[in-house]
């Protein structure tokens, strides 16, 4: 009875865990096996015939992955760059100068972080379309050049370092951007790292947003090719559905197994935003 | 409720290597006030919380008013604790707070639960409960708080509340684990009283948990002096000050701390200091190096005796404090009470001797064990 | 914007040393929130008010004319089918998540908290469907839940079960959307709830304890439920804001067949498939009043969230 009792709580935590980690082990199953076992639902970890190679060079083939993958790595760091750049020295000035429209700035800043990308989707596909710039890599980045949630935190975390440094910096000859670079970031490594990975996090598994700037195959991102290479296959290679599936996820979840921490830190933002 | 023994045999106790309690052995008598002193780290906190049953001791037992208690919940003891950071439900007013243990006790679990929960309390019980908490703030003179959350209050009046809820259900003995340590120092001395006099009007046994030997001193029926996982000695606060049983018991007992003079006993048992006969006798077998104690009150000015060097004097309302620097070894520091009118007359370079009375010197062995000692005929130095 | 608001003091500038290092890091000030301040105003203030005019017309991507039309596009979307299933299906999607993701997640918490040394192994295990790309997931699902070569079928077929057409079955397609979006919340919700649990202080439980509480359910509503409160509310509405944005499992799994849109993607297709813009403008505000209310709901917790 003790002992049930004792090992209770992992049994439950267990049956669970089976739950959430299936669809993983599935997928990867799949990816590896021949399609010819395709009807074997066994959850049997060894295929009887070792296909690996064969999927993952199906779903390279059909559908330009690498493609899709360097896709998603330009424009998820063309967005944070721009984001850091913009957001630091915002939320410097925010936080450590006095100048006139501060406090409407702010009130802005906050009124924005309420409204979610889609309700802008609209106007913004609109503007893109009139100047021509739909199906570039700029209309996929750059409704998320500013990040009010970056200008937020960032706010928040420079606010508590000490205004004497500051001022000493100052007297000792740092320029104000020196300053703000140099000295506040530093103190403030932590929320950058965690708000790259979120800004990374977002950007990456983002479907909404490229779905409607993007119809031109080679520029697609992660998702939005996932979904083509699903039509093309339309079912019938599980397979290399599968083993396409693997190659996109793979990225985040090695980051995630990586920086545990951080990760966790950055992702547990979507919800503070 | 009638106040209960508390009674600890054997109790041993290690956190992972570290051995924290080394069989303890203690009883506690029904109505007492005992407090557990000690230094930092050794062990009173542990101790304190094995006889609440929030840690299992490794070895030995734990009784309450004589029936073994060893291996019962902390919610079937009916001990009562007061904790350092008071421990108060953040989200309860004072009223709920402080009816909380009768509730828990008096009500059906089917009543207790949220929201639902007012459907199934009987309402004569409850009428209890409520005649109760008004008691409990009455007796610590909180009933105009009773409707504040914890937030709202001051530190003393929360540690009234934390009291309160301790004694709404007259529980068989009070644990309290320095419960005055986060008030202010005037608040703490007027708080030491409240709660001597409250032990005194509730007759129950209160273990008192702290590590001002103050607190310990002016509250306390006996005193248990606590040492890396071991008791010390146990006695009365004039026993511990007195003829403290260990060097560890004496340096810890008395403001200022007791003056440490290192002296060496010849095989006759006479006591020398730095060569110099200080005409007391010990026991020949404890030949060799030792420790003599003496109180700062019991020195004075003389003549001759230890050569000193007055190093500065300090008044403290009535007493006036002397720090001095033993001329034989510079590193021996000497601390004089006076009278706060009295003088010291020194001479050049602020030299002067010191006499004690030496019936009131305590010898220590290297080992820190008492040693008997008696008064010679004083030899000239 | 800066620009607009300047103080007159600050313009009157004196001689005085002050007001010439006040003016300094004025400027400074200005030059350094420009650039976000420009793009605020072309990301953000200038689309919500062409948003806020489209609404009212009925202009169509790419036409030459475009008509005032007042409320019409409002009162249409009232007598929108589609509109309204959509609307319908998302919050019936909301109403099975929030309460699954946000219990199950405690649940799971209060399990995960209690480990020691395998509580990092059970907190990946619950975290890793957060990390995933929800499209590729889905596409898993959509093999999972086949009904005939997926293992779930497989299972229910074993247990003597007739197999379920999750993704076919019309009635089945918003509950199934609804369990996986539960599957890939949990694990969130889980982080944001142990976050809570650490910061109970262990002496209140210590407390509760001698108070007489003796079984863990009374400790539950003593000191965990109470105390938790603030954390639940902010996850019970966070769950809801990203309810209410599903969109990923429409597009992979039914593409919006046999009525199962969601208004996002009924959104979507209004707006940037058929060209709606001014309808789809409409909808848009429809929708983002709802969001609305939930962030500014949780902006008003989240100031209270210390309420004791
Ligand atoms: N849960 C625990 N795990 C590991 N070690 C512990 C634990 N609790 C206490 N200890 C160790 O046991 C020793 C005694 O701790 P205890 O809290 O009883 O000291 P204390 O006498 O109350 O000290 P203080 O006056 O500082 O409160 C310490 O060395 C402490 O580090
Ligand atoms: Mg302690």
Redesign the pocket.
Known sequence: MAYVRRYLPHLVLAIGAFVMLLPFYWMFLTSIRSPGEIFDVSLWPIPKDFSAGENFSRAASQVPMARFMLNGVIVCLGILIVQVLTAVPAAYALAKLRFPGRRLLMTLVIAALCVPIQALALPLFVGLAMTELLNTYFAMMAPFFLSVFAIFLFHQSFRSYPNEIIEAARMDGFSEMEICWRLVLRGSLPSLAAFSVFSLVAHWNDLYWPMIVVSDTNLAPPPLGMLYFADVESGANYGALMAGATIITAPMLVCFLLVRRHFIAGITMTGVK | MTPQSVELRGIGKS??T?N?LKGIDLSVRPGEFLSLV??????????L?MIAGL?APDRGTVSIGGSDVTDMDPSERNLAMVFQSYALYPHMNVRQNIATPLRMRRLPLSARLPLIGGLFAPSQTLREIDAAVEQAAETLHIPHLLDRKPAQLSGGQRQRVALARALVRSPAAFLM??PLSNLDAKLRAHMREELASLHRRLGATFIY?T?DQIEAMTMSDRIAL?SEGRIEQLGTPDELYRSPATLTVARFIGTPSINLLPVEIDAQGKVAAFGQDLGLQAAAAHAGPATLGIRSEDLRPAAEGLAVRVLRAETHGADRFVSCQLLADETVRITLRQAAGETLETGADGLTHLAFAPERAHLFGADGARRELSVRERVAA | MTATDFPAETTMATASSRSRTDRRMALRGLAFVAPAALLLIAIYILPMIVLAAFSVTDYQLGALSIRFVGLQNFTAAMDDDVFMRAFANTVLYAVIVIPFGVFLALGVALLVYNRKRSRAFWEVAYFLPVTATLVAMATVWQFLLHPSIGPVNAAIKWFGFEPVAFLSNPVLLIPTMAMIGIWQVLGFNMVLFLAGLTAIPKDLYEAARLDGARNPIDRFFTVTWPILGPTTMFVVVTTSISAFKVFETVAVLTKGRFGSETLLFNLYLEGFEYSNTGYAAALTLIFLAIVLILSIWQTVHMDRKVHY
Do not use: A, P, Q
Not at chain 2, 38 to 47: D, E, F, H, N, P
């Open positions: 956190f992972g570290e924290v000690g230094m930092s780290g050794c062990g009173k906190s542990t101790l919380r840690e684990d320095e948990v590590h606590m």
